[in-house]
């Protein structure tokens, strides 16, 4: 047990350096681009921000633990929500910050949304299918077609500045990844050696402690952004991230083509109830940017309780 817990804390220590790693060197990369700050969030940050949970997810799927991918994707999107959203907006209320979303794009919005239903309605019916998969992988790449031809723009960088970062910024990424690659394979092997030695359900490990420990870095950019006054790059990069999880993550357990194997002893029924809290923190979280696109707003102390509230909850629900 104490080794399982070692490698666990070692592999999240790992993420939450590496991480933060790969999200400065993603951006210095992607500036010279000109990427307006949502394409940034939403795509590369957001995407360094998922690496842990599609390494983990890969791992666990190599193992045959579907049902811990999934656990994985929904415990990870509703602690982005719930538990990241709620975070910082409750640390900007002790800061007594307004937050404004005035350039969102009210489209990605909707984007989530559909792409929700579509992760909900896919782990109902046939989640480890290859043709599930290869739905979510086409719902991915139409989306990231969207956000690139929909939200370039002039991303002016000095010129001393970009030379300053690009030097030797794309080994830096690299190396960045495989050390999230290494601390992924830790965190599923902590993981799955807990759900040996305690007998605990594959549901319950997947949304706890893979979920927790691979959201650490949308904890960290998230709240870095936000205190730079970043908002737009937050929404990004948590809008990029849950989308990220559900049509590329999810799509993992079907592209192993072992749909037989991952299927036994699946039951949807068990899964209606976190469900339910993923697209209700969803919708929330949702109307919640729409109203602050409009003018800006004090951030809300009770908004950012109930979102909490939500998240620790749930657990509950998890561990039956």
């Known amino acids: 047990m104490l080794l399982s817990i070692s490698f666990i804390t070692f592999g999240i220590l790992l993420i939450w350096i590496s991480s933060e790693r790969l999200e400065k060197y993603s951006v210095a ?11 940034i969030g939403s795509t590369v940050i957001a ?18 633990k579907g049902s811990m991918v999934i656990g994985n994707v929904i415990g990870s999107n509703v602690a982005n929500l ?8 409750l640390i900007l209320s002790f800061r007594k910050e307004k937050v404004f979303f005035k350039d969102l794009d009210s489209t990605n919005l909707i984007i989530l949304l ?13 989640p480890f299918s ?32 970009k030379e300053k ?24 092997q902590g993981a799955l050696n807990i759900l040996l030695e305690l007998q605990l359900g594959e549901l319950f490990v997947g949304y706890t402690v893979l979920a927790i420990g691979t959201s650490l870095p949308e904890i960290a950019a998230s709240l870095a952004l936000a205190l730079k006054g970043r ?34 002893g699946w039951n949807a029924s068990n899964w209606f109830i976190l469900l339910g809290v993923l697209l209700a923190t969803t919708v929330l979280f949702t109307f919640y940017l729409a109203y602050a696109k409009e003018r ?23 561990f039956k």
């Open 296 to 318: 800006p707003r004090m951030s809300s102390m009770a908004l950012g309780l109930v979102f909490l509230s939500i998240y620790f909850l749930s657990l509950e629900f998890a």
């Open 165 to 188: 970062e690009s030097k030797f910024v794309f080994l830096k990424l690299i190396f960045s990844i495989i050390v999230l690659i290494a601390a992924a394979w830790l965190i599923t």
């Open 114 to 126: 559909i792409s929700t239903f579509l992760v909900i309605g896919i782990i109902i019916f046939r």
């Open 29 to 39: 990369s992607s500036k010279k681009l000109g990427i307006s700050p949502f394409l």
């Open 82 to 89: 719930s538990l990241v959203f709620g975070s910082t907006v």
């Open 130 to 161: 290859l043709l599930s998969s290869s739905v979510l992988l086409i719902g991915l790449i139409v989306t990231i077609s969207y956000w690139y031809h929909g939200n370039i723009s002039s991303f002016h960088v000095d010129e001393e500045e």
């Open 47 to 64: 995407f360094g921000t998922s690496s842990p949970e599609i390494f983990t997810s890969f791992f666990a799927a190599i193992e045959n």
């Open 231 to 264: 908002h737009e790059a937050v929404a990004g990069t948590l809008i990029g991230s849950n989308i990220f999880n559900g049509l590329f993550v999810l799509a993992i357990p079907g592209l192993m083509n072992r749909e037989n194997i991952m299927s036994l």
